[in-house]
């Protein structure tokens, strides 16, 4: 049985932290109805690129895009897309991506990267590690962890896969009273 976490619980300390809260107020950009995701790129501690994952070829809001990965681009991807367009050389950067599944509105919180048709852009883009959310810190994968990591999630119902790994029930409301900027 999982447990609800409140607001009064600080177990949950990475929604102090500001790539964190970047990441989220990017996810709750997206539109989507299973899961949205927040992702940045980070190069010397400063930010390069932002992107949350959406539709970009759909008639109604057709997007120009650098990078496509098909009819909608992972945030990941939008976020490396962003920095490539500003100019930045992406190389040796991190990405730190995080999210929450739209119905529950269940931050998710994990140890793995659960995505390999992302990995591609990594490796094209030399991009140095990749930090998912655990309540308490960002867990570090390598381009390599990824690979290891994502092979899990591509067997059969992926939003299933990631629902059965995410970590506690933490809700998106611990973060709706906090400040991007304290
Ligand atoms: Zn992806």
Redesign the pocket.
Same mark, same amino acid.
């Given at each position: 049985m999982r447990y609800l976490k409140t607001f009064e619980d600080n177990s949950a300390s990475i929604i102090n932290d500001f790539f964190y809260k970047k990441c989220i107020s990017n996810a709750k950009q997206s539109k989507s109805k299973s899961e949205r995701y927040g992702a940045i790129v980070v190069k010397n501690g400063e930010i390069l690129g932002e992107g949350f994952?959406r539709a970009i070829v759909h008639p109604k809001f057709k997007l120009d895009r650098f990078l496509k990965?098909g009819y909608a681009n992972?945030?990941?991807?939008e976020a490396l897309n962003d920095a490539i367009t500003k100019g930045y050389d992406v190389s040796d950067s991190d990405i730190y991506v995080a999210g929450y599944f739209t119905k529950t509105k269940t931050l998710f919180f994990k140890q793995q990267f659960t @995505?390999?048709? @992302?990995i591609p852009y990594f490796k094209k883009f030399n991009i140095k590690n990749i930090y998912v959310p655990l309540p308490d810190k960002w867990n570090k994968r390598t381009v390599q962890n990824c690979v290891e990591d994502s092979v899990l999630f591509h067997r059969g119902n992926m939003h299933n896969d990631r629902l059965n790994v995410s970590v506690g029930d933490y809700k998106l409301s611990l973060l709706e009273n906090k400040k991007l900027y304290d």
């Open positions: 994952n990965q992972h945030a990941e991807v @995505c390999k048709l @992302c």
